[in-house]
């Protein structure tokens, strides 16, 4: 049997200890970041010993992999999903929105400076019958 697959047998346990480094929804993807830095990094003479999986070892990778989540976790910036919050961040996504597609705008325009009537034409009936498909 491969070393990786006696590793695998004890994937249950290895899903509680995710969930306990408070994982939760990513407690599967975590094992199977554990499962890749196993075999990326490790060696089967660390990790089993005597037949046995040294669980011990597969604790520390999953601890750690874990705190490397909940530290990338921390610097995302959380808002509150209530109406007051919601509408100002609606009104500066819009704004958002707008400047980038004047940006994208500015930049077509430039671009287009340089091509052919025929192929402007092209382009702006192609946008005209997509835009009316959009509608319907």
């Known amino acids: 049997m491969h070393w990786l697959n006696k590793i695998a047998k004890h994937h249950q346990e290895w899903i509680k200890i995710a969930v306990n480094f408070g994982a939760r929804d990513y407690a599967e993807d975590i094992v199977q970041e554990a ?8 060696n089967p003479e660390k990790i089993i010993k005597n ?3 040294n669980k011990g070892y597969m604790f520390f990778i999953i601890r750690n ?5 909940n530290n990338e976790l921390k610097k995302t910036r959380k808002l509150p999903l209530n109406d007051h919050v919601y509408n100002i961040s609606n009104e500066s996504l819009e704004s958002e929105k ?3 597609l004047q940006n994208i705008i500015n930049k077509m325009d430039k671009e287009l400076e340089n091509w052919q009537k025929k192929l ?10 997509l835009k009316k498909v959009k509608i319907k």
């Not at 992999?65 to 989540?69: D, G, L, R, S």
């Open 35 to 42: 499962y890749i830095r196993v075999h990326k990094y490790s």
């Open 51 to 53: 037949d046995k999986v």
């Open 65 to 69: 992999i874990c705190n490397n989540f």
């Open 98 to 100: 707008d400047v980038a």
């Open 120 to 129: 402007k034409l092209a382009l702006l009936i192609y946008f005209i019958l």
